[in-house]
């Protein structure tokens, strides 16, 4: 075993630099691995979501829900006017388990909102009020099945 | 007329190259099995030979017939039905073709079949074991796009199914078995863009290219050569490395020109699944050069270079099986293929690490020490650190997996990926960007000199004084123009610096020896400057579409939140950053036309590709249309046009910023930005919605106004003259026939920027009245004539008014966003540089053994193995 120099080696002579190396890497592996844990969102209820506001927990989380409609189909609730104010949009969102909540969103409405079915938001709780920082928009024929329509629109 | 001829010989031909797949898998296996590498048996080699010649054969055809299907506009085809339309260029149904998911598996297919050829051609004694891997592949590759039904099993998902087979309950085809749409569904608007034509085809080349190492690896560890892979695995390696990388960096440009997320990488898990095996193959890359030069660091070399291949098969695992569901926004479709996938995943995971566990013992170890003086210490240090990289974004990018796999085993988990993955990645991704610069720049400066703490030390002076020199002016600056610079950036910049500087050195002294062994050097200065492009371009991309209007609405927060978007009414003004920027209008594409059209100037017809001109439409001094000519259109996109002008400088340009409003995508908004490139830095725009198209404009009520020739009235807040009475000329589509009678307004208003004539027009025919009224877009303003009353000389006019055109518009600068492109280009030199020496190398050293030979090996006292 030569003698290189390196602070290490030095503290434990028996120590090979390769197994140096190695314990490292395990390490950042465990940091990454828990890093990832720790950043991880979790799909919840409003119901968690406003509980978890009341503990003073503020992380992120994803709500999947879907647009309260009206017998015409229209969206109730829609709250959009760019010409006071482009940032602002607010919706209501019925979660999986039929609760409501107000959310508002800091940025323009999404185009394709009102087609969508089912609408995943991340953000939290603040005040009455959910803040989403992200919309994802489930549109029933984003890239699936294309509308039947079209092919019968054209028979003729 | 309903054409099954083509696709049967599309479907036939899938068939023979899925079967000719498994005789070829088979006869190379028995043409190798139980002997040394070289021999052969010569009656199976040629079956095999002839089979796989005869899958490529089967390839090419079933290529053919499904572009003959696209370029065809066959509807009957669900494929072209839902990926072409009529008014598809050509070059974007090259697009189609691999639009949807079989088209894409053929594409990879072909690269394989290329690549086949190939290595038959020139691999001469490895050819069969390498080829069995090979036509394996293939044999699952082809059996994704079979479509064929055994025993109520679906294998495969054939993209020649026609429509009527692929939606039955269409009623029209309980009508007529033989109805064929007129048109088709489209191209996805935004995969119409020229990288989308040649990104996939590179990307998909360069996981063709990662099977070829692996294969050489599966060969060797098969036939007990543990070392003579390691050359042509080199070569290979290295054209993956470049081609993969162009490919991922290709589709950053294309997400940068194209989406609206407002940059180039999103950390969506399908840029993920590719990013992470470039990594992997970049460090087993540095492992197989550590083998050449040390005769160190095989093993690794055998784990890094199969894991490339397999994470490219889970790559393709993610992205295909609909795992991602929600998490993606642009994986393919679920086609019902997960089980297909997990076999092919599985088949090759578990067969690749027995062969491994199997021989592991058997694989040369070196016996060499590596001290903190050898220069592959920190190679490998580096590759390790890329390795770690590629391991974080592995690991957070399966989290719906775990969810996934949970949910099969019946456990139900709520676990979703980090709300913010941007933050998440980098956090992490930063570090490996320093690690990489760091032990690159070290690296390469030890690797061509013999190092101890003199030599070393002198070596790394100059280089690390520039670095902190460099540093220092940089973060001077940055605190000049008053941002703020965290210490993550500054150890990313001086590391990134230090990255430059120290190859910059080592290519400098490189090039007077021998020019085409800098290809590492360069390829590291590459590395290094994306880093900093990157560190740069994001990490200072500054919003300058902040609403300072005071206007805001927000009711509930009195915190400031970032409002990064603005309200441009048409022809207002306001101020972003250092300019005033305003909206001009709404412009269409012409072809053949420069630039955009004014959509005012076109008078759109029933046929939405067509229009006529409403005035003649001119670039400079040269006439494209005359008023009244058809004018052939592209209506999809619309243009807003926006100016930009620098308050202080006067200095202003223009962007197009697009959109398309696309039912297929519920009526969303496909906006896509357009970029003015500084050399320091771009100005990026997009806008984020418009008033909703799909409604007919609210007008108001129309207001009757009596007029005399030459009265001025005020219409919309805009003063007007009524200059007269003319008769109508024939203009956009009145189709006047003698007898008609027909007059125009002449009315001329006065808009903020210019005067616009309006010409509502009035007609007598056959004692009918019609009217023809004129709108000017730009004011929000509609006047009709209504009546002429002769005897009085006085004319009523209908007005009636429109809320005014508006769009909301983001706009970013990112600085200094060009070094990441420049660096990309010098990384694809760099690796373009060492496939060209190790071209000459071949030739140089070629002998019987396959041409081992140790370059340069720097004596060492006592070794051992590092890995």
Known sequence: MSSAPGGANLLYPDMKKAHILAIAVIAVAIGIIMSAAGDASVYVSFKEARERAAEGNLTKVHVVGRLPRDVQQNIMGLEYNPTLDPNYFAFTLVDTNRIAQRVVYFNPKPQDFDKSEQVVITGAMRNDLFVADKILLKCPSKYVEKDIKDATASVN | ?867
């Open chain 2, 1 to 867: 007329m309903l054409n099954t001829l083509i696709g049967d010989v599309g479907h036939l031909g899938v068939i023979v190259a899925f079967v000719a797949a498994i005789v070829a898998a088979y006869s190379y296996y028995k043409a190798s099995q139980g002997r040394v590498l070289g021999d052969t048996d010569a009656a199976w080699l040629r079956l095999g030979r002839g089979a796989f010649a005869l899958h490529g054969l089967a390839v090419f055809v079933v290529i053919a017939a499904l572009f003959g299907i696209i370029h065809g506009h066959r509807y009957e085809y669900y494929y072209a039905w839902s990926h072409s339309s009529n008014h598809l260029p050509v070059y974007y149904m090259i697009s189609c073709f691999w639009e949807g998911q079989e088209g894409s598996f053929l594409l990879w297919i072909f690269w394989h079949v290329l690549i086949g050829f190939v290595l038959m051609r020139y691999s001469r004694r490895w050819e069969a074991p390498v080829m069995v891997v090979f036509a394996g592949v293939q044999l699952f590759l082809t059996s994704m796009i079979l479509g064929v039904v055994l025993g109520g099993l679906k294998i495969g998902s054939s993209p020649f199914i026609l429509l009527r087979d692929f939606m039955p309950d269409l009623p029209v085809f309980k009508l007529n078995p033989d109805f064929v749409p007129k048109d088709g569904t489209g191209l996805n608007a935004l995969l119409q863009n020229y990288w989308m034509v040649i990104h996939p085809p590179t990307l998909f080349l360069g996981f063709a290219l990662t099977l070829v190492p692996f294969a050489y690896a599966i060969a060797g560890l098969w036939k007990g050569e543990f070392t003579k892979w390691v050359r042509p695995a080199m070569r290979w390696t290295l054209w993956g490395g470049l081609v993969l990388g162009v490919g991922i960096m290709m589709g950053a440009y294309w997400a940068y020109e194209t989406l609206n997320f407002g940059g180039y990488w999103n950390w969506d898990p399908v840029e993920n699944a590719v990013y992470i095996p470039w990594l992997v193959l970049v460090a087993s890359l540095h492992g197989l050069v550590l083998w050449q030069r040390s005769r160190t660091a095989l093993r690794t070399s055998f784990v890094l270079v199969i894991a490339t291949f397999l994470l490219v098969l889970y790559a393709t695992f993610l992205t295909r099986s609909g795992v991602l569901g929600n998490a993606s926004v642009h994986s393919f479709t679920d086609l019902g293929l997960s089980g297909q996938l997990i076999i092919y995943l599985m088949a090759f995971v578990v067969l690749a690490i027995a062969l491994l566990v199997w021989r592991w013992k058997q694989i040369p170890v070196s016996e060499k020490e590596l001290t903190t003086y050898n220069a592959e210490l920190w190679v490998f240090v580096g590759a390790t650190v890329l390795c770690l990289g590629a391991f974080q974004v592995l690991w957070t990018t399966s989290i719906p997996v775990y969810k996934a796999f949970m949910g099969f085993i019946g456990i139900t988990t709520n676990v979703a990926l980090p709300a913010d993955q941007i933050q998440h990645y980098t956090k992490a991704q930063l570090w490996m960007g320093v690690g990489v610069a760091f032990f690159s720049g070290l690296a390469q400066v030890m690797w061509w000199q013999k190092n101890n703490k003199e030599s070393l030390t002198s070596s790394l002076t100059v280089p690390g004084i520039l670095t902190l020199l460099g540093a220092a002016l940089v973060i001077l600056l940055v605190q000049y123009y008053g941002l703020k610079m965290e210490a993550t950036y500054i150890v990313l910049l001086t590391a990134a610096l230090f990255g430059v500087l120290a190859n910059l050195g080592m290519v400098f002294t490189l090039m007077k020896r021998k020019v085409s062994l800098s290809g590492g050097g360069v390829a590291h200065i590459g590395i290094a400057l994306m880093l900093l492009g990157i560190l740069a371009s994001a990490g200072y991309s500054n919003i300058i579409s902040q609403n300072v209007s005071g206007l805001l609405y927000s009711r509930e927060f009195d915190e400031t939140t970032n409002r990064d978007n603005v309200l441009l009414w048409r022809n207002d003004k306001a101020p972003m950053g250092k300019y005033d920027v305003s909206y001009t209008g709404q412009y269409l594409d012409v072809p053949g036309v420069p630039g955009y059209v004014d959509k005012q100037l076109l008078f759109r017809t029933a046929d939405e590709y067509k229009a006529l001109a409403r005035a003649d439409i001119k670039r400079g001094d040269k006439l494209y249309y005359k008023a009244g000519d058809t004018v052939e259109i592209l209506p999809e996109n619309t243009y807003y046009r926006v100016e930009y002008k620098d308050r202080k400088t006067g200095e202003a340009f223009t962007l197009y910023p697009r959109a398309q409003i696309n039912e297929e995508m519920g009526d969303g908004l496909l906006a896509s930005p357009d970029i003015k490139q500084f050399l320091s830095h771009d100005i990026y725009s997009h806008v984020s919605a418009v008033p909703p198209p799909d409604k007919e404009k609210d007008w108001s009520e129309v207001k009757e106004h009596v007029l005399s020739v030459g009265d001025t009235i005020f219409l919309n807040d805009y003063l007007a003259v009524f200059r007269g009475v003319e008769p109508a000329h024939q203009t956009a589509g009145l189709g006047l026939t003698k007898g008609d009678l027909a007059i125009q307004g002449d009315f001329l208003v006065m808009g903020e920027k210019k005067q616009y004539h309006v010409h509502p027009v009035f007609v007598v025919r056959n004692r009918l009245i019609g009217r023809v009224p004129d709108e000017v877009e730009d004011l929000g303003l509609r006047l009709s004539f209504l009546n002429v009353d002769p005897e009085k000389g006085k004319f009523t006019f209908g007005v009636s008014t429109t809320q005014k055109d508006y769009i909301i518009l983001k706009a970013v600068e990112k600085p200094f966003i060009n070094l990441l492109w420049s660096g990309t280009l010098l990384m694809a030199v760099g690796f373009g540089m060492a496939i060209y020496k190790r071209r000459r190398e071949t030739e140089a050293f070629v002998d019987p053994a396959d041409g081992e030979k140790v370059l340069n090996v720097t004596p060492q006292p006592k070794a051992r193995q590092v890995a």
